[in-house]
């Protein structure tokens, strides 16, 4: 269940070591493990979708879904808040995607 509205496969590539920072996947896997039951089914996966974006896919317990996603979005609007704050400083435009 991709929120974003695009395919996990547009254009994309993994980002290979030492690109974008790895703090913000970091950050978002310790955000998400903090909100779920089920911290050890937490992944983050990060894409360079090209020089200035980032996409980080969240993929979390089908049960713990809704509490990553929030009531009307409200979680899941703050999660990519805090992303795209963090993306500022090296120039990138950052996407958190919750998927399946």
């Not at 070591?17 to 310790?30: A, I, N, T, Y």
């Amino acid at each position: 269940m991709a929120l974003a509205g695009r395919s996990a496969e547009q254009h994309r590539q993994e980002s290979p070591e030492g690109e974008g920072d790895p703090r913000l996947k970091e950050l978002l896997e310790f955000l998400a493990r903090t909100l779920v039951d089920h911290p050890d089914q937490v992944v983050v996966s990060e894409f360079e979708e090209d020089e200035e974006t980032i996409v980080l896919e969240l993929s979390v317990a089908e049960e713990d879904r809704g509490k990553v996603i929030g009531r009307q979005g409200r979680t899941a609007k703050a999660l990519r808040g805090i992303m795209k704050a963090g993306g500022v400083r090296d120039g990138k435009r950052v996407l958190v995607e919750i998927v399946d």
